[in-house]
């Protein structure tokens, strides 16, 4: 079969690779359609890994002798550590992430355990490549929130930085949220137009004025951002880091200044269960219309290398990776 294969830094091929054959009574062996090309992606092509990987994680695939798509929960958790026993399964010490250090979904089948493989109905398919990035930020929202009953406003004021899918999906869900009474505003530095704050009603700010946010969530994952975040937010404020930081970033702020103004620090990693994924489908399929504009780019497998070498994604939006174009 072809697959994408990641070997040293910056270095992918497309190359015939052994089919995928089971090892456990629990897995399957799934024909790929889809595939989102997710910046982890670029971040891991650009650091190199330990072995060949296949990489994809984002993956909507289908099953023989069965009707419809299906959606891939890429960790697998082993379901016996600590971690797993308290619903942590991200962070589970066992975990295996298909697409990240077991082969994943760019290629054209995958073999994944049958219970992490979620079925759902929507009127394009492609639209399942944002069921996993969106289930991470149905986590994310509900960490924000709970910091902020931390606050001293019941109405507080959310800057977003970082106008890409990740800002995106947490603005998205922050403003349907029923738990969420304040107001929204989004800051990215590009010059490029974002047509989903439109249809949000969602204002973008070009220059953001400190002390104004109460909540700042950072999702851009870029040095720069992360030091506006912590510059920009009110004492006694919430600073959620979603965007994944490169390795080696420290935090631009001494722990004398995180307690002098209180500010709170959350994080979010992953978290991909059942229960996100299932809302991350329904909110999918209540809005259709709405996470149809965040599908940019469809290229073919063999196009994969130079987009993850020469990151340029569309503002906003995920490139999909057709597996039959």
């Known amino acids: 079969m072809r697959a994408a294969v990641l070997s040293k830094a910056n270095q992918v091929e497309i190359r015939e690779f052994p089919e995928p054959s089971k090892t456990q009574d629990n897995e399957v062996i799934a024909k790929v359609e889809f595939v989102g090309v997710c910046k982890t992606d670029q971040q891991l092509t650009a650091a190199g890994l330990d072995k060949d990987c296949i990489l994809g994680h984002e993956v909507v695939c289908s099953l023989p002798n069965q009707k419809g798509h299906f959606a891939l929960n890429n960790e697998i958790s082993c379901g016996k550590c600590s971690y797993c026993l308290e619903g942590l399964t991200s962070h589970c010490i066992n975990l295996q992430e298909l697409g990240v250090n077991e082969h994943g979904g760019y290629a054209d089948q995958i073999c994944a355990p049958i219970n992490s493989l979620h079925p759902f109905e929507l009127s394009n398919p492609a639209l399942g490549v944002l069921i996993e990035p969106l289930s991470c930020a149905v986590r994310g929202v509900k960490r924000i929130l709970a910091g902020v009953n931390l606050l001293a406003t019941s109405h507080p004021k959310v800057l977003v930085i970082g106008g890409g899918i990740s800002g995106t999906l947490i603005t998205y869900l922050l403003n ?39 909540v700042v ?6 040095p720069g951002g ?18 994944v930081p490169k390795q080696g970033i420290s935090l ?8 002098m103004r209180e500010i709170a620090v959350v994080t979010s990693f992953a978290g991909a269960t059942d229960e996100t994924i299932a809302a991350a489908i329904a909110s999918i399929k209540g809005d259709e219309a709405f996470f149809e504009q965040l599908l940019g780019r469809f290229i073919p497998l063999e196009k994969l290398p130079i987009e993850l070498t020469n990151w340029s994604p569309q503002p906003g939006t995920r490139t999909v990776v057709d597996l039959d174009a």
């Open 226 to 243: 992360l030091a506006t975040a912590l510059d920009l937010v009110r004492k006694g404020g919430l600073v959620c880091i979603y965007g």
């Open 217 to 222: 969530v950072e999702c851009s994952g870029s």
């Open 176 to 214: 349907h949220s029923p738990n969420f009474k304040g107001e929204i505003k989004v800051y990215d530095i590009t010059k490029e137009p974002l047509p989903w704050l439109n249809r949000l009603g969602i204002e973008r700010i070009q220059v953001p004025e400190p002390n104004q946010a109460h």
């Open 252 to 259: 631009p702020i001494s722990p004398h200044e995180l307690f």
